[in-house]
């Protein structure tokens, strides 16, 4: 596997940018932006801050027929919703030609055990897939990588404080959310709205718990 799998390298990207809404550990339910230009290292936006103060839920977006996004939550965890179960937590895929489906039965389990919240992306090239989960109970996100949905699905190093072993990185703390991609113009427009701290950013990426260098 390569140490950079599906990166445009010398060429266009179809997919030169990507937002990833989520929440956060210290603020559950709450909704927080990061980008990415190549869908491995993601940076936060809003200075850390909350995006939209009314918003509650697990942040899921997707893009419309009519070119607008949707982005659905819940109220609260008692309030009515959509449940899909899995034995052990593991991630499974299921297909379909239409978003109201039919789809097809789940696939076997395409990530270890107690994993959940999965979030897939294609690479910038358009040729992988990139598979974001959170491991649990260990809160952190993992990344899976493969070049069909199919599998099969590889494992990448990630989000271990160390820089020198990550081959991605994502803000400290991030927790469920949701992963699209985006255009350059969206991207340039996001960091505008919410403002990019790169001093702050460039801090927090030189401290851990450890106080050794690494990305958060």
Same mark, same amino acid.
């Given at each position: 596997m390569q140490v950079r799998p599906g990166q445009a390298a010398g060429t266009e990207p179809i997919h030169p940018a990507?937002?990833?809404?989520?929440m956060t550990h210290q603020d559950?339910?709450?909704?927080?932006?990061?980008?990415?230009r190549d869908g491995l290292h993601w940076t936060e936006l809003n200075q850390g801050k909350r995006v939209y103060d009314d918003y509650r839920g697990r942040p899921d977006i997707c893009k419309g027929h009519d070119g607008r996004y949707?982005?659905?939550g819940?109220?609260?965890?008692?309030?009515?919703?959509?449940?899909f179960w899995v034995t052990g937590k593991t991630i499974r895929i299921a297909s379909s030609a239409? =978003? =109201?489906?039919?789809?097809?039965?789940?696939?076997?389990?395409?990530s270890p055990n107690f994993r959940e919240a999965p979030t897939l992306?294609?690479?910038?090239?358009g040729k992988v897939w990139y598979l974001y989960y959170e491991q649990y109970p260990g809160v952190s996100y993992g990344l899976s990588v493969a070049g069909d949905l199919k599998g099969p699905w590889y494992q990448i190093s990630g989000y271990t404080f160390f820089s020198d072993w990550d081959k991605y990185s994502l803000p400290a703390k991030v927790r469920h959310g949701c992963m699209i991609p985006i255009t350059r113009?969206?991207?340039?427009? =996001?960091?505008?709205?919410?403002?990019?701290?790169?001093?702050?950013?460039?801090?927090?990426?030189?401290?851990?718990?450890?106080g050794q260098a690494g990305r958060p």
């Open positions: 990507y937002l990833f809404a989520h559950y339910s709450r909704l927080y932006y990061a980008v990415s949707y982005l659905v819940n109220r609260n965890d008692s309030a009515p919703d959509i449940n239409s =978003l =109201l489906g039919p789809c097809s039965e789940p696939s076997p389990p395409v992306i294609p690479s910038p090239d113009s969206e991207y340039d427009a =996001l960091v505008e709205r919410y403002k990019w701290d790169r001093d702050r950013d460039a801090r927090l990426r030189s401290i851990t718990p450890q």
